[in-house]
């Protein structure tokens, strides 16, 4: 056995570029680049303008961003089957293709497409950041599977992030050539996720009892970099940047996005230390999970006797907490009142962010402000993922507040957003961004967790993915129905008004508070019917949120960690005696 141990420890490069915490650094920058589809409003212009569509058009073409953009199944399956480089791998190709067809599009590199095929090429580049989500998070997840909490809302919020980080780069490297951001997205995620896919993998070390705390590390880092990008926005705005300090800008934040590797080297030095210094105790402490818990967890939970139809008991689901099965839950009348509410609140802030370039533009705002209003959402975004994931942790452990109640208080507070942007307040646009940006980074962490919570982890996977299909389906109604349709009446009547006609190809633009007015009261009704549909749900809740609704969820981690990780550990101590 001792002539075998220095065999079982690495050089430190070797524990640096493969260990967990690498891992978790390279997911982090796949994740900062991987949220185009909130940078819509900021290239639709040029698209609607490149190509004469009116606004019903160019919001289909968000809806299609947006389905591609939320619906995972795919990725979620291949990654079932395949390690997670391939499922980057494949996110990575379908990136740059989607997008660089939209950027020959629009700057006539190929022939004018039909609608159809814009709305191909832009739901494939949207459906690539579901595959970065999957390859990246979930690895990351089932690395760290008792710190998942932190490391979701982190990984998430990093892509909240996104939008000012690409924005900021984009600058430094285009100036002001909007057509060229499109150019940007559809290379620089795909080269970064070509460049990091191989350090994304399923890894088995040492478990570490700090690791809440290197996360919490790497979140204020993170906190510094959301408001290192507010300042820029804020002297961007102020300010004339020429290209010279937008170069200075982004090389601000790609220190700050490499700062934590200085978190990675410690983290990963500690443990190859432990390594070195101990490798025999350490092998023992790896191979120490026994089943002693399994046979104190085995009476909680019996197992249903078999059943010859998996429809049998679609209508007879379990106790709240329980692990439903796909139809149970999809057919329960929890989810149906999540789903309803998500359709309303999400799909509401969902239409804002995709309007933002035209709402800025009707309401005669600046160009360069459409940038800002970009960034102020992404930033934002970041902070509501962040805030409502820790937060609402805290609460409910300190006060068993249920966390569909801070999903309701999001949904109210997002309307104060529509309301600045249906009355045209002047100058509050840079409020109702911030404000709908933080209430639409806010719900995701809600709706996801509130899932988990209620129908069990089981089949998570599939259900967190059924949760977002919501998202696409509210902004369709509220984008495309609703916002889409009357800014082109309006603009028609304008058009009407002043004795034009509309010219074959000639985009409608309107201009005034009347644009969108009409669309955002709808909106905000629609948002405050969802509110109370989620109050439903609180009163439903209220009991199983009283309770420890996490007592499961440990004991049934524990026995899935000490399964996986008993094999491995044991085998490697195997392996290691034969040498």
């Known amino acids: 056995m001792a002539a075998s141990n220095p065999s079982t420890v690495h050089p430190i490069w070797y524990q640096f570029l493969l260990g967990r915490w690498f891992s978790v650094f390279a997911s982090i920058l796949i994740m900062s680049v991987s949220g185009a589809t909130y940078m819509f409003g900021l290239y639709s212009s040029d698209i609607k303008s490149s190509l004469g569509y009116d606004q ?255 429809f049998e008991n679609t209508f007879k689901p379990p106790n709240r907490g329980e692990d439903y099965t796909i139809l149970q839950a999809v057919f329960s009348i929890d989810m149906i009142i999540l789903f309803i509410a998500t359709i309303c609140g999400v799909g509401g802030t969902l239409t804002a962010i995709d309007n933002l370039g035209q709402i800025g533009e009707s309401l005669r705002y600046p160009s360069q402000s459409t940038t800002t209003f970009i960034s102020l959402v992404s930033i934002w975004n970041y902070l509501g993922r962040v805030v409502a994931g820790f937060l609402s942790e805290f609460l409910w452990k300190k006060y068993k507040v249920p966390r569909p109640l801070i999903f309701f208080v999001t949904m109210i507070l997002s309307c104060v957003g529509h309301l600045l942007i249906a009355f045209g307040v002047p100058n509050s646009l840079y409020f109702s961004s911030i404000i709908i940006g933080f209430c639409f980074g806010a719900q995701w962490p809600l709706i996801f967790a509130i899932i988990s919570e209620i129908f069990g982890l089981k089949y998570y996977a599939t259900l967190y993915n059924l949760g977002g299909v919501a998202s696409p389906i509210g902004a369709y109604i509220l984008n495309v129905r609703v916002a889409g349709h009357l800014y082109d009446r309006e603009a028609t009547r304008q058009m009407e008004a002043a004795g034009r006609r509309r010219n074959i190809g000639e985009d409608l633009n309107c201009l005034g508070v009347e644009c969108y007015r009409k669309a955002f009261l709808i909106i905000t009704a629609a948002t405050v019917l969802g509110a109370f549909v989620s109050l439903i749900l609180v009163v439903r809740t209220w009991k199983f949120y009283k309770g420890d609704i996490y007592q499961k969820f440990r004991e049934d981690s524990g026995e899935e960690v000490e399964v996986q990780m008993a094999a491995p550990t044991n085998s490697a101590v195997a392996k290691s005696q034969t040498a």
Not at 74 to 85: F, M, T
Not at 155 to 177: D, E, M, P, R
Not at 204 to 218: G, W
Not at 243 to 261: D, F
């Open 56 to 310: 019903t058009t160019l919001n289909l073409l968000s809806f299609f961003k947006d389905l591609g953009g939320n619906v995972g199944v795919i990725g979620g399956l291949i990654n079932e089957v395949a390690p997670p480089w391939v499922v980057l791998l494949i996110g990575a190709v379908m990136n740059l293709f989607g997008y660089t067809m939209i950027w020959m599009a629009v700057t006539s590199r190929i022939p004018k497409p039909q609608i159809w095929h814009m709305c191909l090429y832009i739901c494939i580049g949207a459906n690539s950041q579901t595959f970065a989500n999957t390859g990246a998070l979930v690895t990351s997840v089932k690395n760290f599977p008792e710190s998942r909490g932190s490391v979701l809302g982190l990984l998430k919020g990093f892509v909240g992030l996104s939008g000012a980080i690409l924005t900021q780069l984009y600058h430094a490297f285009y100036g002001n050539n909007s057509k060229s951001l499109i150019l940007l997205i559809a290379w620089l995620p795909a080269a970064v996720s070509v460049t990091f896919l191989r350090f994304v993998r399923l890894i088995k070390d040492l478990r570490q009892p700090n690791e809440l705390r290197v996360f919490f590390h790497i979140l204020y880092i993170s906190l510094g970099l959301a408001g290192s990008l507010m300042v820029l926005i804020i002297l961007q705005n102020r300010l004339k940047f020429h290209q010279m300090e937008y170069a200075g800008s982004a090389i601000v934040v790609i220190a700050l996005l490499l700062l934590p590797l200085a978190i990675v080297y410690r983290e990963e030095l500690s443990v190859w230390k432990t390594k070195i210094e101990s490798p025999i105790s350490q092998l023992e402490l790896a191979s120490q999970p026994q089943p002693p818990p399994l046979t104190s967890a085995a009476p909680v939970a019996p197992p249903s006797p078999p059943s010859g139809s998996c």
